[in-house]
């Protein structure tokens, strides 16, 4: 391991060596970052304009078809991870209002929404996509500032994801004799639905519009640091007159999540967020009645073959890591490299790194926004260091960071070996942990040896090669040629503790659906 008094840049390198022995120090010493790479790269700013949307200063529940006072009277910030400023306060809802939103959902599933012939329900469906469409910049500027995610995601990304989502599930509401043939299929009930902070609307829309399209009614949990667009979703709802109680929306942290968990009169649970909570999940459904299906962390392998046409390669390396600063749970955090073309993946991986643009996130330049929260950012340098500690070598984009707001800049890792924190835990930060491999099984193997198994990619020329890695790779979804491609049509789910159950495609629609 080289030896280095700083981890600040040297002139001759864009390499940042921070050795073990600083083990206490941060890692990345922010305010000294200059910026390096001259006009070549820099664009005049060209921010998105946000005075045009007015946020509410006090956001309450949606319960019943209206906006309430939580019970307890208490609100919490949310804030601009980019700025640190406050842009709302978001009412805080406990057990009672719980129970409150579950009692509204359960009267809508039985006098109205179970009721209702498909045809009618996907008319709410497409409406409700419509709508999304129409407002669709609002919102995406909405979601960038709420959660730091780039404008070039939330706008190009995002939103239109998610009204491809209601558009999609709108479809199949009165066809679902169609995708379960020879079955009747008939919805479960209320569905509590919890999901995180790293694509708020998109989850919401991948949780809401199945469960709607089946007959079912909902209780969403939005993320505590984004709950802003899950809001103006419920402004959506009344917008497009949806039936009372058919979607219901109460806002919290864990607590008010665990709430909705332990309800006994939920019929399904659908979770999205982290691993440990998800088996906490999981515990506490043990033994009832309740679906369940969870989609949690992951690790995902990008495995690139020496037959790969490399600097397509590259882009979808950089796409599938430092998209969305790698708040992504299918990210292709970990690069496994054949041996043979290391050295040049190596370089220009670092070159094209250091091309990319990290600050404002309404910039439409911009690359890579802010860090969701703080203690986000703190368990990205907490691993980052841990693998500096273990041995691995860091090297890090030498570009100016914003002042204020949670920030870090796109990294990889190199000599990591499998005992590393960072060959086999989740990041989910701008951090690449790069390694080595030889032959197709050793790939595949090291691949799948971690507890994780969502999603996985290939980058070679021959499809044979694509046919037999898929075929081995323990993995829900796994690309090629290409990463992180969403479509409404297409299953998403993992492995071992990855979760289990699928969302989108038909598959979404049977975790929404008795077959009896
Ligand atoms: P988290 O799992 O705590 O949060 C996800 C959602 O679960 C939030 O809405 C949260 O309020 C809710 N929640 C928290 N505790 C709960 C409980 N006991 N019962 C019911 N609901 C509960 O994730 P967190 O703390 O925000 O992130 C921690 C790590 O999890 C991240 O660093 C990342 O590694 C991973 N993560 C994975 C995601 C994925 O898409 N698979 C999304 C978010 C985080
Ligand atoms: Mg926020």
């Known amino acids: 391991m080289k030896a280095a008094t700083s981890p600040v840049r040297r002139k001759s390198s864009s390499r940042a060596v921070v050795p073990a022995k600083h083990a206490a120090h941060p890692v990345v010493p922010l305010k000294e970052r200059r910026l390096n790479f001259g006009n070549k790269w820099d664009f005049a700013p060209a921010p998105e304009d946000s005075k045009n949307y007015v946020i509410a200063p006090q956001h309450e529940l949606f319960i019943n078809g209206k906006f309430v006072a939580p019970t307890s009277g208490k609100y919490f910030e949310s804030i601009n991870p980019a700025t640190e400023q406050t842009l709302t306060t978001i009412a805080a809802a406990n057990a009672d209002d719980v129970d409150s939103a579950v009692k509204a959902a359960r009267k809508a599933y039985d006098k109205v929404w179970s009721k209702m012939p498909g045809r009618e329900r996907g008319?709410?469906?497409?409406?409700?996509?419509?709508?999304?469409?129409?407002?669709?910049?609002?919102?995406?500027?909405?979601?960038?500032?709420?959660?730091?995610?780039?404008?070039?995601?939330?706008?190009?990304?995002?939103?239109?994801?998610?009204?491809?989502?209601?558009?999609?599930?709108?479809?199949?509401?009165?066809?679902?004799?169609?995708?379960?043939?020879?079955?009747?299929?008939?919805?479960?009930?209320?569905?509590?639905?919890?999901?995180?902070?790293?694509?708020?609307?998109?989850?919401a829309a991948w949780?809401?519009?199945?469960?709607?399209?089946?007959?079912?009614?909902?209780?969403?949990?939005?993320?505590?640091?984004?709950?802003?667009?899950?809001?103006?979703?419920?402004?959506?709802?009344?917008?497009?007159?949806?039936?009372?109680?058919?979607?219901?929306?109460?806002?919290?942290?864990?607590?008010?999540?665990?709430?909705?968990?332990?309800?006994?009169?939920?019929?399904?649970?659908?979770?999205?967020?982290?691993?440990?909570?998800?088996?906490?999940?999981?515990?506490?459904?043990?033994?009832?009645?309740?679906?369940?299906?969870?989609?949690?962390?992951?690790?995902?392998?990008?495995?690139?073959?020496?037959?790969?046409?490399?600097?397509?390669a590259i882009e979808g390396v950089i796409n599938g890591i430092y998209f969305n600063q790698g708040h992504v749970c299918c990210a292709g955090s970990r690069l496994f490299v054949q041996e043979g073309i290391?050295?040049?993946?190596?370089?220009?991986?670092?070159?094209?790194?250091?091309?990319?643009?990290?600050?404002?996130?309404?910039?439409?330049?911009?690359?890579?926004?802010?860090?969701?929260?703080?203690?986000?950012?703190?368990?990205?340098?907490?691993?980052?260091?841990?693998?500096?500690?273990?041995?691995?070598?860091?090297?890090?984009?030498?570009?100016?960071?914003?002042?204020?707001?949670?920030?870090f800049a796109p990294s990889f890792l190199t000599g990591v070996t499998h005992a590393h924190r960072v060959a086999s835990e989740e990041i989910f930060g701008p951090v690449l942990s790069v390694m080595t491999f030889r032959t197709p099984e050793e790939a595949f193997e090291r691949a799948n040896n971690i507890p994780y198994g969502l999603s996985a990619g290939v980058w070679t020329d021959k499809g044979s090669k694509i046919f037999k890695m898929v075929n081995k790779l323990r993995a829900g979804v796994v690309w090629a040629n290409t990463y992180n491609k969403f479509d409404p049509t297409s299953p998403f789910g993992g492995y071992k503790e990855s979760g289990f159950g699928r969302e989108g495609g038909l598959q979404g629609l049977a975790a929404y659906c008795r077959l009896d």
């Not at 709607?212 to 979703?233: F, I, Y």
């Open 342 to 407: 290391y050295s040049k993946v190596i370089k220009k991986l670092r070159d094209r790194i250091q091309t990319l643009r990290v600050g404002n996130p309404l910039d439409k330049n911009t690359d890579i926004g802010a860090i969701n929260s703080r203690p986000q950012l703190e368990k990205i340098r907490e691993l980052v260091q841990s693998g500096v500690d273990e041995g691995a070598e860091l090297t890090q984009t030498q570009c100016t960071l914003p002042a204020k707001g949670y920030w």
């Open 123 to 203: 008319k709410y469906l497409y409406r409700i996509a419509r709508i999304i469409q129409e407002k669709s910049r609002e919102l995406a500027v909405l979601e960038t500032m709420d959660g730091g995610k780039t404008i070039k995601e939330s706008r190009d990304v995002d939103l239109p994801l998610v009204a491809a989502h209601f558009f999609y599930y709108a479809g199949w509401a009165d066809k679902l004799k169609y995708a379960f043939p020879g079955k009747t299929p008939q919805p479960l009930g209320v569905a509590g639905q919890i999901i995180p902070w790293n694509f708020p609307l998109l989850m």
């Open 207 to 312: 949780k809401i519009a199945p469960a709607l399209a089946c007959g079912n009614t909902v209780v969403l949990k939005p993320a505590e640091t984004t709950s802003l667009t899950a809001m103006r979703l419920a402004q959506i709802f009344q917008e497009a007159e949806l039936p009372e109680g058919v979607v219901n929306i109460v806002t919290g942290a864990g607590e008010t999540g665990a709430a909705l968990v332990n309800h006994p009169d939920i019929n399904k649970l659908a979770f999205t967020g982290s691993t440990e909570v998800g088996k906490r999940i999981a515990q506490a459904v043990a033994g009832t009645k309740k679906k369940l299906t969870l989609e949690l962390g992951g690790k995902a392998a990008n495995i690139l073959f020496e037959d790969a046409p490399i600097d397509q």
